[in-house]
């Protein structure tokens, strides 16, 4: 019901935008979120979205740096990344749920595949 894509490989204070294309028919009234998973850790919430756009909230790892938005008239969500760090490096998750809550949580009610992010030094 999502599709991830825009990761790949960049440098050190590089930048990149993945996108998530919503397939469901809930996306206008849902939360969306990015969330991340690092080898051999747990997958944890990096940016939050409300339905209409008008908040946001991120994680304090990476506030500054990383910028999440919508575009409900064609089921997008995006996460601008600026000034990447090697801890960046990870397989990033969209993530949506009706309740702000659950989607902070990561109890999401849907999920994307995920795309690989790589920042090297």
């Known amino acids: 019901q999502l599709v991830e894509s825009g990761g790949g490989l960049v440098q050190v204070g590089g930048s990149l935008r993945l996108s998530c294309e919503a397939h469901?028919?809930?996306?206008?009234?849902?939360?969306m979120g990015w969330f991340r998973q690092a080898p051999g850790k747990e997958r944890e919430f990096v940016a939050g979205?409300?339905?209409?756009?008008?908040?946001?909230y991120y994680d304090a790892s990476v506030k500054g740096r990383f910028f999440i938005s919508r575009d409900n008239d064609n089921n997008m969500v995006y996460l601008q990344m600026n000034s990447l760090r090697a801890e960046d490096t990870a397989t990033y998750y969209c993530?949506?749920?009706?309740?702000?809550?659950?989607?902070?949580?990561?109890?999401?009610?849907?999920w994307g595949q995920g795309t690989q992010v790589t920042v090297s030094s």
């Open positions: 993530g949506g749920d009706s309740n702000w809550g659950r989607l902070v949580a990561g109890a999401n009610k849907y």
């Open positions: 469901t028919h809930t996306f206008r009234d849902d939360n």
């Open positions: 979205i409300n339905w209409n756009g008008y908040n946001d």
